[in-house]
C-alpha cells in the first residue's frame, strides 16, 4: 500500500478530516525500525467488503513508526463488519477504531 506524504499525519489530523455522513475504520500499525507492515489481513477485509468501501487511503507520520489505513464506508450494518473486524485482524499487527456518524439533534 502506498503510503502518503501529503496527508494528514497523524491520528488528531485524520479524525480532523473525516466526513460527518460517512463510517470509517481507522486502523493503525506502530512500526519497529525497518519493518514493513503485514497489510494482508487489511487487504482480505477489503476484498470481503468491497461494495461498501467508498475509499481508503494510508498515512504514515513523520516518524515513519505509525501506519494508518482509513477506510471510508458506505452505510452498512456496523455491527456485522465489527464481528468480522475482529475474527480477522490479529490485535498484536493492528489496532483499529470505528468513527459512525450519529444524527445530529
Known amino acids: 500500500m ?3 506524504a501529503d496527508k494528514p ?3 488528531s489530523q485524520i479524525k480532523n478530516n473525516l466526513e460527518d455522513s460517512y ?3 481507522i486502523f493503525e500499525k506502530i ?3 525497518g519493518e514493513i ?3 494482508k489481513e487489511i487487504i482480505n477485509l477489503f476484498t470481503r467488503f468491497k461494495k461498501n468501501i467508498v475509499n481508503h487511503e494510508d498515512y504514515c507520520d513523520v516518524t515513519g513508526r505509525h501506519l494508518f489505513i ?3 464506508l458506505a452505510p452498512i450494518e456496523l455491527e456485522y463488519i465489527t ?3 475482529i475474527s480477522i485482524i490479529d490485535p498484536e499487527d493492528f489496532s483499529f ?3 459512525n456518524s450519529w444524527p445530529k439533534e
Request: glycine residues 0%.
Open 83 to 85: 464481528q468480522e473486524l
Open 2 to 4: 502506498e503510503k502518503k
Open 23 to 25: 463510517t470509517y475504520i
Open 37 to 39: 507492515a503485514n497489510t
Open 70 to 72: 482509513v477506510v471510508k
Open 97 to 99: 477504531t470505528i468513527y
Open 9 to 11: 499525519i497523524n491520528l
Open 31 to 33: 512500526l519497529r525500525p
